[in-house]
């Protein structure tokens, strides 16, 4: 288990070090970010001075040393709009996508796993249809489209929730149930196929065989079995929290990171940018170092 998690661990660092270099890249090559943030007629003067403060004079192969450097020593670099610091600005966004991401989570998780279990085990009947079917329009769906038509209903018509803005439950309520819905349904769809795997097995045909009560067979049998590959898909969905609700904060102006990042991109203010999605990327790395660990500790022939 030591060799495994320091391999697992290397591996992380690998992968951090990865997102950090194509970060840089796709930026730097995605145009000078002095012509986003200065004016068309702005004196050569004036772009030199900004050029030689923000460090963008230097050659490329020592920005990226630099920045790659300052990132591993905790300093992201300070945005070009405000000249605060860019984690500090990040920082400021992200309880307010934690908070929407772990509501949108623990829904799906409270829909998708009984209703992918209900599903399973009442395979090929009208209860399996209809919850797949109801998986399948959930996952589907947009996220914007489904978040306008909530707001249609529920603010527009009935007027009993707020379309936009932060502070209070019922402003989460909306952004919750938009973000979480693909979630459910792809949860529910992973959930039975992974329940069925288990069904198929030996032990639970000889479960039944011996009369277990199903309750007994569904907790002591299926679950621990079926919660192997969930973990893992589980893993990825925990790791989208952070940087999976940019569109469902842009339509309900939620102050979260994902509309901090539109706001950052349409402004190309660098540093905040980088920030964003390394904290975006490492969020999934750990997110799934931590499924990889569960997942050794429940299937020992992983380890």
Not at 161 to 184: F, I, N, R
Request: glycine share 10%; hydrophobic share 55%.
């Amino acid at each position: 288990m030591p060799r495994t998690l320091l391999i697992r661990l290397l591996r992380t660092l690998a992968t951090v070090l990865i997102c950090i270099s194509l970060t840089f890249i796709v930026l730097r090559l995605s145009g000078d970010p002095l012509d986003a943030l200065l004016p068309e007629d702005a004196p050569q003067s004036i772009r030199d001075a900004y050029a030689t403060r923000l460090g963008l004079d230097r050659p490329i192969g020592e920005q990226y040393v630099r920045y790659v450097l300052s990132v591993f020593e905790g300093d992201f670099g300070r945005s070009m709009l405000d000249g605060r610091d860019a984690l500090g600005v990040v920082a400021e966004r992200l309880p307010a996508t934690l908070l929407l991401g772990g509501t949108a989570f623990a829904l799906a998780l409270l829909i998708g796993v009984p209703a992918g279990t209900v599903a399973a085990l009442r395979r090929d009947s009208t209860t399996d249809r209809g919850v797949m079917g109801a998986a399948v329009i959930g996952y589907a769906m947009p996220n914007f489209f489904l978040g306008l038509v909530l707001i249609i209903i529920f603010a527009l018509w009935l007027r009993v929730l707020p379309s936009s803005g932060h502070g209070t439950a019922a402003h989460l309520v909306l952004p919750a149930l938009t973000l979480g819905t693909a979630m459910a349904g792809k949860l529910a769809r992973f959930v039975r196929g992974a329940v069925l795997d288990v069904l198929g097995q030996l032990h639970i045909r000889v479960a039944r065989g011996k009369r277990l009560p199903p309750l007994r067979i569904l907790t002591a049998h299926i679950a621990p079995n079926a919660a192997v590959p969930v973990i893992t898909f589980l893993g990825f969905e925990l790791g989208l929290i952070v940087g999976g609700g940019v569109v469902v904060e842009s339509v309900f102006g939620w102050p979260g990171v994902g509309r901090l990042l539109v706001q950052s991109v349409a402004a190309r203010d660098l540093a905040v940018v980088q920030t964003i999605i390394l904290m975006i990327a490492l969020a999934m790395i750990t997110a799934n170092l931590l499924a990889d660990i569960v997942h050794a500790r429940l299937d020992p022939r992983v380890r």
